[in-house]
């Protein structure tokens, strides 16, 4: 099948068209009165003059020539239906002061390699996403109000990069001693799922997921985590949960002594495990509890056997370019033309 890369091109064709009406368009020349030339000897047609007739026409069909060439005229030489499990998967991830605990670090053969519960997530996570390479995925954080990272992509080198630039906020302190940004570093759950709500609803494929991971209590935000969970329900979207810390909600964390040095102290972070199993079951998904390493990774290899649409796309491999089939005599031609006008004719057409 003949089709072309850029057919704006053949636009060209319309001052093409002008300038042949110019060259050969009917001239009303200036005469005068002579006698009749019936009884003088007639003469025949010279090869100058064929070449001054010819030689405008060859011109015009070399330029009309390169016009096509422009307009890259190709044929399909492999055109694929590939079918690919498809599904759309909005990660909703806590950015919450708690997600600074230290209860998910890796213990190595050279000792403890402390880990904050985010830098867990976020390795977690893209391996996830490397998983699935045909997946629509994006990426929602919240701490006191939810903030769209990545709206749902197949770019998942864009997303990964964007995934490893997330951070928890850090406390700022005004001259009072007071924290000034408390309202960032606490846990509005509602407004995290309804924004993930919002940002898949529209996507191309059927199945439609959210994981939506926290460590806390849902203590701020415009969106109560029961009025989200309706909205998920209505537009049929599936969200699982996971909480991450011990059900006792103490861990360890990283902080600063008198003296300025770090030090690790236990901390108190209360998980919410039963909005999370709400959400989870009132969705039909399913909740994980998590409180370390493997349980993590252990609740993302579940639900990347979740259940995917099939897409159809058609994939059009590869092309044979026709190009140089048409500007190669489109080139002799105009060459030709002007050649011969030059040195032969010597008349401007």
């Given at each position: 099948?003949?089709?072309?890369?850029?057919?704006?091109?053949?636009?060209?064709?319309?001052?093409?068209?002008?300038?042949f009406?110019?060259v050969?368009?009917?001239?009303?020349?200036?005469?005068?009165?002579?006698?009749?030339t019936?009884?003088?000897?007639?003469?025949?047609?010279?090869?100058?003059?064929f070449l001054?007739?010819a030689?405008p026409?060859?011109?015009?069909?070399?330029?009309?020539?390169?016009?096509?060439?422009?307009?890259?005229?190709?044929?399909?030489?492999?055109?694929?239906?590939?079918?690919?499990?498809?599904?759309?998967?909005?990660?909703?991830?806590?950015?919450?002061?708690?997600?600074?605990?230290?209860?998910?670090?890796?213990?190595?053969?050279?000792?403890?390699?402390?880990?904050?519960r985010?830098?867990?997530?976020?390795?977690?996570?893209?391996?996830?996403?490397?998983?699935?390479?045909?997946?629509?995925?994006?990426?929602?954080?919240?701490?006191?109000?939810?903030?769209?990272?990545?709206?749902?992509?197949t770019?998942?080198?864009?997303?990964?990069?964007?995934?490893?630039?997330?951070?928890?906020?850090?406390?700022?302190?005004?001259?009072?001693?007071?924290?000034?940004?408390?309202?960032?570093?606490?846990?509005?759950?509602?407004?995290?799922l309804?924004?993930?709500?919002?940002?898949?609803?529209k996507?191309?494929?059927?199945?439609?997921?959210?994981?939506?991971?926290?460590d806390?209590?849902?203590?701020?935000?415009?969106?109560?985590?029961?009025?989200?969970?309706t909205i998920?329900?209505?537009?049929?979207?599936?969200?699982?949960?996971?909480?991450?810390?011990?059900?006792?909600g103490?861990?360890?964390?990283?902080?600063?002594?008198?003296?300025?040095?770090s030090?690790?102290?236990?901390?108190?972070?209360?998980?919410?495990?039963?909005t999370?199993?709400?959400?989870?079951?009132?969705?039909?998904?399913?909740?994980?509890h998590?409180?370390?390493?493997?349980?993590?990774?252990?609740?993302?290899n579940?639900?990347?056997?979740?259940?995917?649409?099939?897409?159809?796309?058609?994939?059009?491999?590869?092309?044979?370019?026709?190009?140089?089939?048409?500007?190669?005599?489109?080139?002799l031609?105009i060459?030709?033309?002007?050649?011969?006008?030059?040195?032969?004719i010597?008349r401007?057409i």
């Amino acid at each position: 099948m003949l089709d072309f890369a850029y057919p704006l091109a053949f636009l060209l064709l319309l001052p093409l068209a002008l300038s042949f009406w110019f060259v050969y368009r009917k001239r009303v020349n200036r005469g005068i009165v002579f006698s009749a030339t019936v009884h003088l000897p007639k003469s025949d047609s010279t090869w100058r003059s064929f070449l001054a007739n010819a030689i405008p026409i060859v011109t015009l069909l070399g330029l009309g020539l390169a016009i096509t060439a422009a307009a890259r005229p190709r044929t399909v030489l492999s055109r694929v239906a590939q079918t690919s499990n498809v599904i759309a998967i909005e990660m909703v991830v806590d950015v919450s002061g708690s997600m600074e605990a230290l209860d998910l670090s890796i213990k190595t053969p050279t000792g403890l390699k402390k880990r904050t519960r985010l830098d867990a997530v976020k390795d977690t996570f893209a391996d996830f996403i490397k998983e699935r390479p045909d997946d629509l995925i994006g990426l929602v954080t919240f701490g006191g109000y939810a903030t769209t990272r990545a709206p749902l992509t197949t770019d998942h080198s864009a997303l990964l990069h964007i995934l490893k630039g997330v951070e928890i906020p850090k406390s700022r302190i005004d001259k009072n001693g007071q924290i000034y940004n408390q309202e960032e570093m606490m846990t509005a759950i509602g407004d995290g799922l309804a924004t993930a709500c919002a940002r898949i609803e529209k996507s191309e494929p059927v199945s439609k997921i959210i994981i939506l991971l926290s460590d806390g209590e849902s203590n701020t935000g415009i969106i109560k985590p029961e009025q989200a969970v309706t909205i998920a329900k209505a537009l049929g979207i599936k969200v699982y949960t996971i909480g991450i810390g011990a059900r006792n909600g103490v861990a360890p964390v990283e902080s600063k002594d008198f003296f300025g040095r770090s030090v690790i102290i236990q901390g108190r972070y209360p998980l919410d495990e039963k909005t999370l199993k709400f959400i989870a079951e009132s969705t039909g998904a399913k909740y994980f509890h998590v409180a370390d390493p493997k349980g993590l990774e252990s609740a993302m290899n579940a639900i990347d056997e979740l259940e995917t649409t099939e897409i159809e796309r058609e994939v059009y491999e590869q092309y044979n370019e026709l190009f140089p089939l048409v500007l190669l005599p489109a080139l002799l031609m105009i060459l030709i033309g002007i050649g011969v006008n030059m040195l032969i004719i010597r008349r401007i057409i």
